[in-house]
């Protein structure tokens, strides 16, 4: 659906090599996500976006709430990758945070909202100007 609605729509990109710059977390030098494209939330700039699938029945999640699991889930992400993209690759970067058994954390329910947005905004104007007069 992205390459519906983006430009250069990539998936497993590299990100771009660290070169003395110093990030408040630890990152790995030949860090990827799992897809970018170019245009998703601003004109232009790459979004880089990574899944995580988490189980919220598995032992680590157990007397927490599921919110507080999606939270967990989306901050170790946010640690791996968010400060690197933001500084060293210039793009925003999208956590998608599912459950096994379908549900979506507050992030991508945003994801997928701008999504249908983007679509239905493509589709509306294609239609106008594919409309007999």
Request: with cysteine; net charge neutral.
């Amino acid at each position: 659906m992205l390459r519906e609605v983006c430009r250069d729509v990539s998936i497993e990109p590299n990100l771009l090599p660290m070169d003395g710059e110093q990030l408040q977390y630890r990152t790995a030098n030949e860090a990827r996500v799992d897809v970018s494209a170019r245009g998703f939330w601003t004109r232009e700039q790459r979004a880089f976006m990574d899944i995580r699938i988490f189980d919220p029945m598995a032992a680590c999640h157990r007397g927490i709430s599921l919110e507080a699991a999606h939270q967990r889930n989306e901050q170790e992400k946010i640690r791996a990758y968010g400060d690197m993209i933001q500084h060293v690759d210039q793009g925003s970067f999208t956590l998608l945070v599912f459950t096994t058994s379908g549900g979506m954390g507050p992030k991508s329910k945003c994801f997928y909202s701008r999504l249908a947005d983007v679509i239905q905004k493509r589709s509306t104007s294609q239609g106008a100007t594919l409309s007999p007069g």
